[in-house]
């Protein structure tokens, strides 16, 4: 496989469920991130990950918790959503400089 | 805080009329500008990247234009097709991190 996969696709939780979004990146690029896209919103950027250190946290709340265990994998763990978190979750990775950004199709999140 | 706005918000076109979408940004450090494309719900594919240092890129019927200085770049879709129907999306990028636009959706009329 090449450039970034996300999985799953679609995800419909609870808000008392917790579930975890993945994303695997095959392009040796050493920097990762997760962007959220509202309706009739700009992207935001949520987590950057570069050498497997986490070097941004965009005042996410503590109910998105991400997870870098190396630089080809990239998680967020999610836990008592509220139905203002449904969005697309997009993942991203490129080179630590920010060239080459590559994103994922992301995952439809919706809480109910 | 870079901020970026696109303009026009949406654009319908009938087919074969040549498309032009607008961007600019506040802060004029960037490393570079990128310009995505995204069709409903799915992820982002990478159109064009302009490095600071250059004035324009093209790529088949695209072409885009970076006027750093005065915090601009244009878009150019020539002689539009319904498959190009999509939002469009410019981003900037300061140190490693992108700031979009909120985009512009294009509908191309058959």
């Known amino acids: 496989e090449t450039g970034v996969t996300q999985t799953p696709r679609h995800l419909v939780m609870g808000m008392t469920n917790k579930k975890s979004l993945k994303c695997e990146q095959h392009l040796g690029h050493n920097a990762m991130y997760w962007y959220k896209q509202s309706a009739k919103k700009p992207l935001e950027l949520m987590f950057v990950y570069s050498l497997e250190e986490r070097v941004e946290n965009n005042s996410v709340p503590s109910r998105f918790s991400p997870e870098c265990p190396n630089s080809s994998h990239l998680f967020l763990h999610l836990h008592t959503l509220q139905p203002e978190d449904s969005a697309l979750y997009l993942c991203a990775s490129s080179q630590a400089s920010g060239y080459g950004y590559t994103f994922g199709s992301g995952t439809r999140l919706t809480v109910v | 805080k870079q901020e970026v706005t696109q303009i026009p918000a949406a654009l319908s076109v009938p087919e074969g009329e040549n498309l032009v979408l607008n961007c600019s940004f506040t802060?004029?450090?960037?490393?570079?500008l990128q310009w995505f494309r995204q069709d409903p719900g799915k992820g982002l594919t990478s159109l064009l990247l302009?490095?600071?240092?250059?004035r324009e890129q093209t790529s088949g019927r695209l072409n885009a234009s970076l006027d750093k200085s005065s915090g601009r770049s244009t878009l150019y879709i020539a002689a539009s097709q319904p498959g190009d129907s999509a939002t469009y999306l410019c981003?900037?990028?300061?140190?490693?991190?992108?700031?979009f636009g909120a985009g512009t959706t294009v509908t191309v009329r058959a």
């Open positions: 981003a900037v990028t300061n140190d490693y991190k992108l700031s």
């Open positions: 802060d004029s450090a960037i490393y570079n």
């Open positions: 302009i490095q600071s240092s250059q």
